[in-house]
């Protein structure tokens, strides 16, 4: 069993900056691919980044060269730095866990945290 909590969401003008983090904790870490989902209100959930155990990364196309997903294995952490953001990124996100390679699927993934919210004014 894994569990997750995010932190670090918030309220922000449109062109700011927010660190999301999150922390794991119970099985082995480093062996989990880690990723970050969101959910608009109205909206399907939808894979935002991903990385796995060895460091490789994947971003969908409406946040390549603005967000960066990095992970701190000795410390069973996960963040997502979110730069130039718009109103159209606010969202519910989630950290999301599984043993394997990096999925985009909202049905792949193992474990959820309970989210964290950000919304970007415009």
């Known amino acids: 069993q894994v569990q997750l909590v995010e932190s670090g969401g918030g309220l922000v003008q449109a062109g700011g900056s927010l660190r999301l983090s999150c922390a794991a904790s119970?099985?082995?870490?480093?062996?989990?691919?880690m990723g970050w989902f969101r959910q608009a209100p109205e909206k399907e959930r939808e894979f935002v980044a991903g990385i796995s155990w060895t460091g490789n990364t994947y971003y969908t196309d409406s946040v390549k060269g603005r967000f960066t997903i990095s992970r701190d294995n000795t410390k069973n952490t996960v963040h997502l730095q979110m730069n130039s953001l718009k109103p159209e990124d606010t969202a519910v996100y989630y950290c999301?866990?599984?043993?394997?390679?990096?999925?985009?699927?909202?049905?792949?993934?193992?474990?959820w945290g309970q989210g964290t919210q950000v919304t970007v004014s415009s």
């Open positions: 119970g099985r082995t870490f480093s062996r989990y691919a």
């Open positions: 999301t866990s599984r043993r394997g390679i990096i999925t985009t699927s909202s049905s792949s993934q193992d474990y």
